[in-house]
């Protein structure tokens, strides 16, 4: 299973990005899906997980409201919107894949020992 996210870059505060994180291996429709990122100087946190259906998910609170994580099974991909970006947002941001939900409607959890694979990371700037 590999991992590869894009669509990294520098934004001003206030302004949008979308980070898409390909996937190869199959079945890519049972993998539930999370976004960390690590800002500088700071333990990697995590931001943001889906189900493998899409139809449940979480986030942490300092991204409720402004960031939304997607996904499209027919591509393969996992997407994590983002608005109303603000300088503390600035981090590289990672995909991961959890394979040992089991069950559809589960979404994986906040730690990082849950995921089994991770992608190499997109920068994400925002300037104030």
């Known amino acids: 299973v590999q991992l590869q996210a894009y669509g990294g870059g520098l934004v001003q505060a206030g302004g949008s990005l979308r980070l898409s994180c390909a996937v190869s291996?199959?079945?890519?429709?049972?993998?539930?899906m999370g976004w960390f990122r690590q800002a500088p100087g700071k333990e990697r946190e995590f931001v943001a997980a889906?189900?493998?259906?899409?139809?449940?998910?979480s986030d942490v609170d300092s991204v409720k409201g402004r960031f939304t994580i997607s996904r499209d099974n027919a591509k393969n991909t996992v997407y994590l919107q983002m608005n109303s970006l603000k300088p503390e947002d600035t981090a590289v941001y990672y995909c991961?894949?959890?394979?040992?939900?089991?069950?559809?409607?589960?979404?994986?959890?906040?730690?990082?020992?849950?995921?089994?694979?991770w992608g190499q990371g997109a920068l994400v700037t925002v300037s104030s």
């Open positions: 889906i189900s493998w259906n899409g139809r449940s998910t």
């Open positions: 991961a894949a959890d394979i040992s939900l089991g069950t559809y409607y589960r979404v994986p959890g906040s730690r990082e020992a849950e995921y089994d694979y």
């Open positions: 291996g199959r079945p890519f429709s049972r993998y539930g």
